[in-house]
């Protein structure tokens, strides 16, 4: 009898597991079609990207990409890198020290501290759009590509903080006592103790913030005009009165998404491994 019922629970885990992985796979292919209907459809031509219904048996064509690639985005795209890859490396010089401090050294009303950090991004980003503009405008930075560096590390730094200190938390003391022990300054603890050991976590908030950066839009919308333009901002551009070229559109954003799609690629497994090993203590 106890054998059945064994055997009865065993099949209803396997059903319940097969039924998540379906439920999985549906969810994952909904989040996948419209990249791949944007991605069919910039190999279309305009007159066939336009058609409704869609015709799925259009002959393919390059001429959206070469539209693109005429009106000249590089400026556009190199300011994008320039201010995310900036930003994210004083994100990450800014923010590992001051995890470290809150996750190892002892620091009274930790929590606090956190809870401040977090505060920051309560705010809407609306809110402070027009004094940012206005300091921006007295001290003439505007269209400055720095001006967004600094933004985006200010914006960047509460969520790194946090996801770093539970990052840190993991690092077993005893390597810490060890190094003190051998004399490490705090310099070289961080730097040949700590940081190895939380490589996989630096490396997903370094990720994330890089998206993030690379994402933002209404400052960038503001606060530049030609020399610091960025790609999401040129991406804007391809809105205008004539109407919406639609092939077009879906190269661009195709061309413009690559730097973050070949990013998470590439640091996909230390995505993973950073994000799960703050997860459980």
């Known amino acids: 009898m106890s054998g059945q019922v064994t055997m009865v629970k065993g099949h209803s885990r396997r059903g319940g597991g097969w039924a998540l992985s379906g439920l999985a796979w549906i969810v994952g292919i909904l ?12 190999f279309h031509s305009e007159e066939n990207a336009a058609k409704n219904p869609p ?6 064509t390059l001429d959206g990409f070469r539209s693109f690639f005429a009106i000249g985005p590089w400026p556009s795209i190199a300011n994008s890198l ?3 890859i900036l930003s994210t490396v004083l994100v ?21 501290v956190m809870f401040f950090f977090l505060s920051t991004k309560m705010l809407p980003v609306v809110a402070g759009l027009l004094p940012i503009y206005l300091f921006a405008q007295s001290i003439k930075f505007l269209d400055n590509i720095w001006l967004l560096v600094i933004l985006y590390t200010s914006m960047n730094l509460p969520i790194a903080v946090w996801m770093l200190r539970s990052f840190l938390s993991e690092v077993p003391v005893e390597i810490l006592e060890a190094a003190s022990v051998d004399g ?3 310099s070289r603890t961080l730097r040949s103790v700590v940081a190895p050991v939380v490589t996989p976590g630096i490396a997903s908030v370094a990720l994330i913030c890089f998206i993030f950066s690379w994402n933002e ?16 901002v040129f991406l804007t551009g391809f809105v205008t009165s004539q109407g919406l070229f ?29 994000l799960s090993l703050g997860a459980v203590k």
């Open 31 to 42: 989040f996948v079609l419209p990249v791949l209907w944007m991605l069919l459809t910039s």
């Open 55 to 60: 015709d799925l048996t259009a002959p393919l």
């Open 82 to 84: 320039t201010s995310s």
């Open 92 to 112: 990450i010089l800014l923010a590992f020290p001051a995890a470290y401090a809150l996750s190892i050294r002892p620091v009274r009303k930790w929590t606090d």
């Open 184 to 186: 490490a300054s705090l």
């Open 217 to 232: 839009l209404l400052f960038a919308r503001v606060l530049t005009g030609t020399r610091a333009q960025t790609a999401p």
């Open 246 to 274: 639609l092939a077009k559109v879906c190269a661009a954003s195709i061309v413009v998404s690559l730097p973050v799609l070949i990013a998470g690629f590439a640091a996909q497994d230390k995505l993973v491994q950073g």
